[in-house]
Nanobody
Framework: QVQLVESGGGLVQAGGSLRLSCAAS????????WKWFRRAPGKEREFVAG????????FYEDSVKGQFTISRDNAKNTVYLQMNSLKPEDTAVYYC????????????WGKGTLVTVSI
């Protein structure tokens, strides 16, 4: 059974940093492409960052380029999202997702972790 469990969310002041983790079980992360999404209060879910299956390519939504970094640790079977210079508008529930192919639908989703950025 595949499980993706996000952690690392919490309350942080504007300008601070958080690192989200997505611990995977039941699959090998290097066999999948990975994406982070977020859903802010009252808004649709949006793509934030992605990493290709071979780990060679990363992609970011324009508003987080240079601010967020996606990475993975194959030995720990965990994917990360390093978030720096956080702003109140980054407040959202963050979800990790895995897919066999970077383009197309994601096959597995975590339940999310809440990030709240205060002024």
């Amino acid at each position: 059974q595949v499980q993706l469990v996000e952690s690392g969310g919490g309350l942080v002041q504007a300008g601070g940093s958080l690192r989200l983790s997505c611990a995977a079980s039941g699959l090998t992360i290097s066999n999948y492409a990975w994406k982070w999404f977020r859903r802010a209060p009252g808004k649709e879910r949006e793509f934030v960052a992605g990493i290709s299956r071979n780990g060679a390519n990363t992609f970011y939504e324009d508003s987080v380029k240079g601010q967020f970094t996606i990475s993975r640790d194959n030995a720990k079977n965990t994917v990360y999202l390093q978030m720096n210079s956080l702003k109140p508008e980054d407040t959202a529930v963050y979800y990790c997702a895995a897919g066999r192919y970077y383009t197309g639908g994601m096959d597995y989703w975590g339940k999310g972790t809440l990030v709240t950025v205060s002024i």
